[in-house]
């Protein structure tokens, strides 16, 4: 799933900017230092955790009126990176301008706003955009770990992304009674 939230969001990024296919990719903004790629825009996912408000969801799921047992989901917020390394310092700026507008403008992602030019992946329910700011130290010590220079970036945190291995769901009993022990216990 996290891939697939990725391309989506490669794709959206690559048509608002009207850049050609290969000048957005997914990739580590470490290969702005060690390569010679060509120019472009780099979406890097940098950090992932858990949204903790939804960690306690049921494990038991009504199914045409059956209850069955599932393992709940894991819902995940990305941390991504844009990058832009253009040959003309002034093209990178104006086209971070553009991927902060474009999601300024769409602050989320679902299937139910996706362009028939970018179908929405299916199994992912929606994204959020969540503009994430960062101090000087942090942004410092993140590019030092990406390879040194410090390229014109944005860093969005990407709410919701659901991952559930899919396998078949099991019968559940269906709980019809609760009894609750009075008794003292020493």
Known sequence: MI??????????????L??????????????????DLADGALITLVNIEEEPALRNTPHVVQTAGQPMRRE???????????????????????????????????????????RPANPFPAGLGRMIFEHHNMSFEALNNLWSVMGGALYPCVIYKVRLVEIRHDVPDVSADEITTIQVDTAVRR
């Open 72 to 114: 709940p989901s894991v819902f995940m917020n990305l941390y991504v990176q844009f990058s832009f390394d253009f040959q003309d310092y002034g093209t990178s700026l104006l086209n971070l301008s553009n991927t902060i507008a474009l999601f300024q403008h769409n602050r989320f992602f679902s299937a139910e706003t996706a």
């Open 3 to 16: 891939n697939d939230a990725l391309e989506y969001i490669r794709r959206e990024l690559r048509d608002h």
């Open 18 to 35: 009207g850049v050609s296919d290969g000048e957005v990719t997914i990739e580590s903004a470490r290969v702005i230092s060690d390569s």
